[in-house]
């Protein structure tokens, strides 16, 4: 099952909001589009690599709800 507007491929679900993520801290490093589930599996990868990685170089991890809606239109 995938939604086709989701860059994952964890998703519960082939209609559904699908959210603007970023993938970095710096505007520039670009963005995921992601539905709820693979939202939630992308910042539980974040969370554990987080623990690998220095400070400077971490993954924000974020909450669904203060992300935009992505809009294909």
């Not at 554990?48 to 809009?71: K, M």
């Amino acid at each position: 099952m995938h939604n086709p507007n989701c860059d994952g491929e964890h998703c519960l679900s082939e209609v559904g909001k699908v959210k603007v993520v970023p993938i970095g801290a710096n505007p520039d490093s670009g963005n995921l589009l992601l539905c709820r589930g693979c939202f939630f599996h992308e910042m539980q990868w974040r969370h554990q690599r987080n623990r690998e990685l220095e400070p400077s170089a971490q993954f924000p991890v974020l909450l669904w709800e203060e992300l935009s809606v992505y809009d294909p239109e």
